[in-house]
T-cell receptor, first 111, second 113 residues
């Protein structure tokens, strides 16, 4: 089966940089996505990596190392509004339109 | 562009009652997903439709859950009868390339008493 591991909680202060790690075990790898979810809100797409390396989108970047089955989401210049849960998700190798989500990392940003 | 619409936003029922949720995906999105999200966990796929056909329902508890997507647009998810452990947020999502980016609705928070 497929599984993903993330830290359950991360804390940081405004203006800082934080990294949220994700390790995965899959029988085949086709891509890693990141989603943000505020309390009571819908998950929203942040980033996607199919190949090794760094993808940058504004203050957010995502990194992938397929050889290590590892990725991370990097959030820079943290703002209070970044307090949310962050989920990594991999494509199911048997149905690549299906995502398997991790358990999520709750980020708390303090002033 | 309008997002994914869901209703109701909140529902409270007693165990053994039935409940139905409705979803209207983004126009043109052929793939529609229903997820169950229990507090503190990631979304878990219940069922995936491609147009009005089922692609994956391997994790749908078929003895009590059912879903349909008539005419390949709107979808409904039903639970009958509900159990206490069904208390969760039910999320609908749609996509063009679902393995990369899915667009989620606001969800329905179900409480079973």
């Amino acid at each position: 089966g497929q599984s993903l591991e993330q830290p359950s909680e991360v804390t940081a202060v405004e203006g800082a940089i934080v990294q949220i790690n994700c390790t995965y075990q899959t029988s085949g790898f086709y891509g890693l996505s990141w989603y943000q979810q505020h309390d009571g809100g819908a998950p929203t797409f942040l980033s996607y990596n199919a190949l090794d390396g760094l993808e940058e989108t504004g203050r957010f970047s995502s990194f992938l190392s397929r050889s290590d089955s590892y990725g991370y989401l990097l959030l820079q210049e943290l703002q209070m509004k970044d307090s949310a849960s962050y989920f990594c998700a991999v494509r199911d190798p048997y149905n690549t339109d299906k995502l398997i989500f991790g358990t999520g990392t709750r980020l708390q940003v303090f002033p | 562009e309008a997002g994914v619409a869901q209703s109701p936003r909140y529902k409270i029922i007693e165990k053994r009652q039935s409940v139905a949720f409705w979803c209207n995906p983004i126009s043109g999105h052929a793939t529609l997903y229903w997820y169950q999200q229990i507090l503190g966990q990631g979304p878990k796929l219940l069922i995936q439709f491609q147009n009005n056909g089922v692609v994956d329902d391997s994790q749908l508890p078929k003895d009590r859950f059912s879903a349909e997507r008539l005419k390949g647009v709107d979808s409904t998810l039903k639970i009958q009868p509900a159990k206490l452990e069904d208390s969760a947020v039910y999320l609908c999502a749609s996509s063009l390339d679902g393995g990369r980016e899915q667009f989620f609705g606001p969800g329905t928070r179900l409480t079973v008493l």
